[in-house]
């Protein structure tokens, strides 16, 4: 792997501060030259600015019906129609982005946190440790894709939280074996045994020269990973497991929309529009992450 | 070979064993007494609970319910549904035919899309054939199966009403599901493939061959995939798996009675027998899968059988 020797070349001298910063400043240059990656990053900043503004670009309330005006065609008043209901369907597509990806993101967290801790401990510690580790990775990788989640949703109940907890959960295994994978190659290297055979306690070796070793991968991970957690949350949503109306989820909203397909496709077209341009944005940023951080990556 | 074969299913027993016991828990991780799950919305009085739990076996110790439950899945599901009353083990035999004929469909698609478009794009790198199927796939990875399956319908059936629009029987109800359903699992197919198949490609090996004037058909065929085949089975593995998991949304969206519809239904109806078995038997049969590809690294790859053989 030369990428990782790279980076191991890199780390010990961390004493030369500015040979650290100005790869980093490398890596970002590198990543603006990434088409993709910028596009997809420009795409995202626009849905966050959109969620964090959303009282002040939309007029309608999300929740708030009005029977009179149901299942109207996109038009001047309600440039994406509304549902049956009447909601104005442009508020909620854009409340939504408040709900989902912040939905995404924790998700990610809880298979980061999860994956670090669990990867860290069986690639650091080995052994029994890490037989049990990867014995309990097994268990959780014999459930087949969304079956984890379904597992865990059926078992904690159906909600927001529960939906999040269950993605976050049945995503950690693919963490867990990266970390540790990078954390096995990362424990041989000779800075690492020559900071053992000085006595730098086991914490620091691990947080301060094992943990930058994973980082690159991980990071990668979890932003490709934000995009399919966003999917599968709408997912659990659209099946009924997840987020209960009258939230403004884009998953719900296909849900309820599942019936109007034939009369108003309008309540379909454009809360399916909005995952696929969040969860495309945030792969492209993804990819271009991973070219520039780790191009042997196979993901 | 025998003993590789053999030391691949003796790892594989323990984790089916492990997810029997982590199923068999489900009830029991559940916020609330399982006797008054069992009962459901209906009002109870406590001695219909307490005798709910003793005909539940919830009064004995928990290693003799779990061995009742696991002899009870290895008879084949002897527990009954909360809202139908009828053996679990039919309403999942009655239902499994349509999951396997959309989930084979869908992996013959996705395979002969994600795969074909994988080779013929790593063949050709950067060229506009290229650009335009990585677009594609790129695309495919951030698309909601359910989304996907609504346009579809929308389109196909709504509008041009070539196809019915739900339900299951005869071919033309099985086109839209499983065309959905393949065409989403291509996408990280055709990613993967052509990143190994490039990899590959790049090797001296096939340098070597084409130097000895080996037909380039010969070069890509027999250097170049079957030294790519590895990871590519790996994933064809692991997209049963998200076949297994799309199928519970495609069934959704198409309104077919498999499975998926089975497990969703159980859950949102509290049926927590039937979600349990189903989540079981799905589980086991994804473990075989992939017990079924890692064998056959060995008849791939000698030197993953060697290796097993020294330990």
Sequence with gaps: MTTSTTRAVAQPVSALKPRHDSMLRMSLRRLLRNRGAVIGGIILLVLIVAAVAAPLISPYDPVEMNPPARLQSPGLSHPFGTDNFGRDIFARVLYGTRISLPMGIIAVAISLIIGLVGGLLAGYYGRWVDAGIMRAVDVMLAFPGLLLALAIVATLGPSLVNAMIAVGIAAAPTYIRVVRANVLSAREYDYVEAARSVGVPERTIILRHILPNVSAPVIVLATLGVAGAIITAAALSYLGLGVKPPTPEWGSMLREASNYLRLAPWTTTFPGLAIVVAALAINLLGDGLRDTLDPRMKL | ?311
């Design chain 2, 1 to 311: 070979m025998f003993r590789y074969i053999l030391l691949r299913i003796a790892l594989a027993l323990p984790t089916i064993v492990l997810v029997s016991i982590l199923v068999f828990l489900m009830l029991y991780l559940t916020p609330g007494d399982p006797a008054s799950i069992y009962v459901g919305d209906r009002q109870a009085t406590p001695e219909r609970l307490a005798q709910v739990r003793h005909e539940m076996g919830l009064d004995r110790p928990i290693l003799v319910q779990y061995a009742d439950f696991a002899t009870g899945m290895l008879r084949g599901g002897a527990s009954r549904s909360l809202q139908t009353n009828r053996a679990v083990s039919d309403e999942i035999m009655e239902r499994l035919p349509s999951t396997l004929e959309l989930t084979i469909a869908a992996f013959l698609i996705s395979v002969f899309i994600g795969g074909g478009l994988g080779i013929l794009s790593a063949l050709r790198p950067n060229s506009w054939f290229d650009t335009a199927t990585r677009a594609v796939a790129m695309a495919g990875v951030s698309m909601p199966v359910f989304w996907l399956g609504a346009l579809v319908i929308f389109i196909f059936s709504v509008q041009l009403r070539w196809f019915p629009v739900t339900g299951e029987g005869g071919w033309e109800r099985l086109v839209m599901p499983a065309a959905v359903l393949g065409l989403v699992t291509a996408a990280p197919l055709m990613r993967l493939v052509r990143g190994s198949m490039l990899e590959v490609m790049g090797m001296d090996y096939i340098t070597t061959a084409r130097a000895k004037g080996q037909r380039e058909s010969a070069v890509v065929l027999g250097h170049g995939l079957r030294n790519a085949l590895i990871p590519i089975v790996t994933v064809m593995g692991l997209q049963l798996g998200a076949l297994l998991g799309g199928a519970v949304i495609t069934e959704a969206v198409f309104a077919r009675p498999g499975i998926g519809r089975l497990i969703v239904d159980s859950i949102l109806s509290k049926d927590f027998p039937v979600v349990q078995a189903t989540i079981l038997y799905v589980a086991v049969i994804y473990i075989v899968i992939n017990l079924v590809v890692d064998i056959s690294y060995g008849f791939l790859d000698p030197r993953i059988r060697l290796g097993a053989g020294q330990r």
